[in-house]
């Protein structure tokens, strides 16, 4: 067993920084986890407590059934990727992969040929086995960072930990690295701890995600649940590109009200009263040529599969997403859409409340 539990986590730095703030996490054997959320919200603090690079200030830690709170980082058993790839330029790929086990006491390092085995089917799950020789200076973005994930491998840890290990790469080896990552933990099996701002990544990586904000936990459920059932507005907004409409106002007898807007609100949200906040993603408004709500269009932004309509409705901005492929889109783009005006609806059974 080689989950992870984090127990009333609490860190306060030095200064006085308050960076988590009494954080309960379960993190199940084998899988993989992604603490997500702004830049400062404590996901760092949170793994290097884990990784034992950082002391806690309150709570405990374990990982299976062990409390690890008081053990150095060397003896917790884990593999750590971060993202600078921290590998030695003067050394080899193959010296660079090999420098932790060579650091083991004489009675737990592998010998010779078992060592040249682990650096082989480390090297070759990794794609690297003809760059051993080289040096990291010689290397691409991309290879070094299969060199840095090696060396987290090669000893076989029972969970990896993985600090924005991405965040150097150019946006398509990015793609193609989270693909591979992802393999590999379902190949290989460990349980992943990753730490990322980005929430696609988090998105498409996790089994499970867990958001942070100002060093506390908002959600803790798998990546597609927080995106439909957002815990919050925090949540709700964080999560997706364009981010959810998010439209405060009062709900009474089904219809909502805002500054200068009121509409019918959806059928599932008619009991909803007080007040709150309306949330619709912009995929789900929907676009209609008349008996609607009209819209101001004061931007589009055409990528090809899809537009971003930047609407405004009775002083309110909005975005909706219309989603066509091929001819249809570039007809009804060319001639379909008014210039200033469109139609939009938020009668939806996406659409959410939350109450304030
Ligand atoms: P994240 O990884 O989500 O960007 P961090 O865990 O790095 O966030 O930081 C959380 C908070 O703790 C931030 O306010 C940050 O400035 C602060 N912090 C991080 N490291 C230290 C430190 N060594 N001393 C004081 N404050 C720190």
């Not at 750590?80 to 080899?92: E, G, I, N, R, T």
């Not at 980005?198 to 597609?224: F, N, S, W, Y």
Request: with cysteine; proline share 5%.
């Amino acid at each position: 067993m080689s989950g992870v539990s984090f127990e009333g986590i609490r860190k306060v730095y030095d200064d006085g920084t308050v960076a988590v703030k009494g954080l309960d996490l379960t993190i199940k054997d084998g899988e993989f986890l992604v603490l997500v959320g702004p830049s400062g919200c404590g996901k760092s603090t949170t793994l290097r407590m884990l990784a034992g690079l950082e002391d806690l200030t309150e709570g405990s830690i374990k990982i299976g059934e062990a409390t690890v709170d008081h053990l150095p980082a060397r003896a917790r058993g884990l593999g750590m990727v971060f993202q600078s790839y921290a590998l030695y330029p003067h050394m080899s790929v193959q010296d660079n992969l090999t420098f932790g086990l060579r650091m083991l006491a004489k009675t737990e390092r592998p010998d010779p040929p078992e060592m040249k085995r682990m650096v082989q089917e480390t090297a070759s799950m990794l794609g690297i086995d003809d760059i051993l020789e080289k040096r990291p200076r010689d290397l691409s973005g991309g290879q070094r960072q299969r060199v840095a994930l090696g060396r987290a491998l090669i000893r076989k840890p029972k969970v990896i930990l993985m600090d924005e290990p991405l965040s150097n790469l150019d946006a398509k080896l990015r793609n193609q690295m989270r693909v591979e990552l992802r393999r590999l933990h379902d190949e290989l099996g460990f349980t992943t701890v990753y730490v990322t701002h980005d929430q696609v990544e988090a998105m498409t990586l996790a089994d499970r995600i867990a958001v942070m904000k100002d060093g506390e936990l908002q959600q803790h459920c798998p990546p597609l649940e927080a995106y439909h059932q957002p815990a919050n507005t925090f949540v709700a907004s964080f999560l997706g590109t364009p981010a959810m409409n998010l439209i405060e106002g009062q709900a009474e007898a089904g219809v909502f009200t805002s500054n200068g807007l009121s509409f019918p609100l959806p059928d599932h949200l008619s009991d909803c009263t007080g007040k709150g906040t309306f949330g619709i993603r912009p995929e789900n408004v929907k676009v209609l040529k008349s008996n609607a709500m009209e819209a101001e269009i004061r931007g589009v932004e055409r990528l090809g599969s899809e537009s971003v309509y930047h609407l405004n409705v009775g002083g309110t901005d909005i975005k909706a997403l219309w989603h066509r492929s091929g001819e249809e889109a570039w007809d009804a783009e060319k001639g379909g859409w008014p210039e200033e005006n469109m139609f939009i609806s938020f009668n939806d059974p996406s659409a959410l409340w939350f109450s304030a």
